[in-house]
């Protein structure tokens, strides 16, 4: 796009904006806007594929800020190209409301890709959308028709290279070849602290040169021309890129450029000002010159290129209506019209048989019920596939030559793996998911709160979920980890009992469109739980009545509520408690998250209404007793656990059907 | 130690037990104990400075398992060098009780130094002990006196190296130039999934190049004698080295050698046969000849070595005895003797002044006072110093060249600083705390837990604890974080509500010595919050009347109960209840875990035995049911927060006097 304005003064007007909404708001980060604003002209002025006025065009081209606390260069560009994002949006930056928030999120502001802030991440979702985008294609182009076509440009800084993140993801898109993503890298020698080189002196190129990228750099950042000419030489190479671009944090800025102090707060007016002559911007506070608006603006090339597409796109579904009628259902998000009658047939399936099997076993049942019609499904472990059983019966691995696999081996790398999973749930076309052991959902907490922040259709599957781990003992078992991933906001969280219940806890996961869910299996065997009728909606409430107070709802005294491998140790302790005539009904619960979803009624019924309660889950007692508002108790664990046969741990711990026994017995005299 | 016995019969007397505990308990991972068996008895035949009858001698050298499910060669090591660790012991491996338990256990077993099998921390752990020598040495060591003066050891394998803790740490070891860390890599090309060629292609050596290490290899893994000579020019390196060592993963084993399938299951009694046919070792299970014992025994040269050591200790104590006294003291966990007095007079001081600061201002006030008693504290940040307040006046910065700084910028590296804190905890010596936004705890999750688990004395600072962080918005403001951080078995957490509580946080959690503790401090300002009678001891129970009922405690109508920033809303409130005549009691949570730590009487009392309770803080309300056991509930956050000035979120969540004092309207008029 040639233009009678210096890419110079593009950059300016990009520094101009980020100095006067960060003071406006005073509040922001100007230091990274103004430094990678000469790159950020290279990419979106001669290389960006985008149409402002279709932010969701299939064919575009991906645009990530892994380092999000410079969210005022994308609201810029985003401003600037013509994205319906105005002026005042910029003015309201960081207000209540506002789409100019803090940090990007997606869903927020119109252009943005993912939410980013906590560092690594970015670069991790880039890595997923890189990867989907390789696998649709690989899946739906045909010859002629690229219909999956776009690059995955990524910013990011010192801080994501610092984080161990980054190794993992970077790693992996090595191995993958992902040759279209292309990561610029602000390198620009300080972080909060300072002068980086006593606390992060790696050689970054050479470190990425080991995960096989193509390196190109150290290259001046501020020489507009010269990045552009490094992205044109990224795009040929067949491995993804690093373009190590030298910059000064805060350019321009007279008096803070090239330190830490012009990171994190508004630069102040008299700054500003100075900074404003120094690089020859003579405009008033957010105002920027009509020829400068023309310079950036992408508006007509982009639905251009959108037409373009769109024509190649029409020739392709006129060619394989049947491909583009499945890649458009699949990037709706759009179930399979079958899908019901493959869960209500699974499901009776799962009844009539009456398995009692590990409930890891028995998602890995549900899987091979369920993916024959799900085309979308994309699993993946990290390193622990035979252990998490999360492939299905036929599913190929995927390598970088059998894009096509649809099993992902991500190798001991969790965080890395969920925030990529997020990454490939953002590009859409896929139900990602992806399995570790469930204590090392630690490892990767905050990709799974990202993906409850970003309302993703991300699934995490995690199995060995409690001391019947056993014998690897206290490290891999999990006592805190099923209640951690309850209180993410917008989690949703499954510890299903039996073959039953797991398929509907895998149904639920896939039907969500708005939130991630999380799977919680066993490793050990669980008895099948009979009831009187196997009913999918009951159990889609995440919590139930399971079996009934033997002479009826009318009779209660005392209701038992148990998670996963607990309920078939409470429906033992029923059968006793019905001997001794105590009339006790059974609630299983295998989503708390969903459970609290439902109205007050149905929740106070399934409760008993008053009645004693006692919870039953081998893990952290404390979230249950918001269920227990008058008399009860919580049989949990609130200590590690130990390295023994599992068996001999529930005993000493006293998940036996004695203690519960004992326990209702306590309960029901003491207040009596 | 010349010998009789060739190393390769010492290494497969390694191999026999490892795959006769792991028969014995059917459980277990031998894989590794077969791979590394070689490289096993080159470092601890020919290198490692230890005395099995003294596992506490401070002048060992260190051995860390990073690979933690290789346990069993270091429990085999471990019987076979002389430590307390007997035959019965490795047969027992696993089982109830044992001191062999599936991985190792810092505490359970003479020898081991730290928990290891969540990968990755275990070589954190070293760059922490291997950074702890260099700073003791280079504050405590005098001419001629090397007191301190000890290798540390670390076995990995590619499970640690595809962790990104593992990028983070190294980096780090890198930086500092802890030369005194030799890695020694198990680079077998095989991991759970199967050959990692198709998810961990890394060029490793480079990799470890790109992080300024000493790297040598690739080596023979099987080759003692080539192993023995690398460890011995690994220790002429100003480096941290990295032996590249190529093995066999279940070398021995005719079937399954060189396959994922000898990695973590007995190899049955056939192919054990098999495999002792095959490596020439006919002795029956768990027999061992004699001169193989005699082979491997390190009690006599090592009670020489310590005994070599003493005496220069002795001489070092006669000339410098203050010195001596002081690292004696220090190695103890010993606070100073005015420590007490230090504590009090600060508490006084602002108990006076009042002073209404942020808590992590309160913080870095705090640490003015108690800094220059405690030579002991180290700090750090994850390149928020200046946000976290974590350094004190007058401290210097750790860097490679001033070992005596006692702040240390970790970097963006939550993860790897907490691990490598806990490394120097178990060290000794110093009394390690570090600090990041309370968000990015998510990062570190598993180091925190894994403090925990070692009761191991680390303070992790977590400051904008909240959505008082503001603008920076969702992804910056922690809502379920102080909640996932209480519920870790172990974990002491602290919110104080102003500069007192925090003065008693802080102090609570350095004299804490079987445990961590994690403090909470708040970005926004916090009023000072009066009360009658400032009381150390009452606020170090967790949780305590701050202000009673205006008619004594028998009138009590409501107790409002909060922590940290609540706390003041919550007094405020208390005003305007008293002014409308209801009796309201203000309790001030600073520590759930420390008060359901105290007796039943006592909580019960503080709680206000039946009567209605509200529970304030701005965070996850789910644990606070737990205290709300009849009529009650609690103001909280379920939802992410958004980015906007800190006040308009609290007032759009609802934490306003207002709110608060018609939820107690509300409350008691129900109940009327």
Redesign the interface.
Known sequence: MPSKVSSKTMANAIRALAMDAIQK?N??HPGMPMGMADIAVALWRDHLRHNPNNPHWLGRDRFLLSN?HGSMLQYALLHLSGYDLTIDDLKNF?????RT???P?VGVTAGVET??????QGIANAVGMALAEKMLAAEFNEEGFDIINNYTYAFLG???L???????VC??A??WKLNKLIALYDDNGI????K?Q???????R??F????WNVIGPIDGHDTEGVSKAIAEAKKSDKPTLIDCRTVIGFGSPNNAGTSKVH?SALGEEEIAATKKAIGWDHPAFEIPAEIYEAFDAKEEGAKREAEWLKKYEAYKAKYPEKAEELERRLRGQLPDNWDDVVFEALSKAALEAKSVASRKASQMALNDYAPALPELLGG?A?????NLTNWKGVE?L??DNMLGRHI?????E??MCAIVNGIALYGGFIPYCATFL??S??A??AL??A??MKLRSIFVFTHDSIGV???????QP??QT??L?????MDVWRPADTCETLIAWACAIEREDGPSSLIFSRQTLPFVNQEEVSGDNMAKGGYIMQEAPNGAASLEVTLVASGSEVALAAEARKILTAMNIQCRLVSMPSTTVFDRQDEQYRDQVLGEGRPVVAIEAG?P??W??Y???RGTVIGL???G????AG??FK?YGFTVDNVVDTVQKLLNKGK
């Open positions: 708001a509040s922001g999000g960081r207000q209540l409301h506002s928030p803090g940090h999120e939410s980013t802030g906590p560092l690594g010192d801080g994501c610092m984080e161990g993140i980054s190794h993992e790693s992996l090595g191995v972080s909060i602290d300072g980086v006593n606390w992060f002196a790696d050689d970054t050479k470190r040169e080991s995960y096989g994190g472990s390193d622990l596939t035979s252990s691995p390598t970088a081996s991500y190798g001991v790398r965080f890395g204590t090392f630690d490892y907490k905050n709160r990202m409850a922040l056993g014998e690897d003992g206290p490290t891999h006592i805190e209640a951690s309850r209180i993410i906001p917008g952290t404390d979230l007793w918001k227990i508002r008058g609130d200590h590690f130990a390295s023994a046969p001999e741990l000493l």
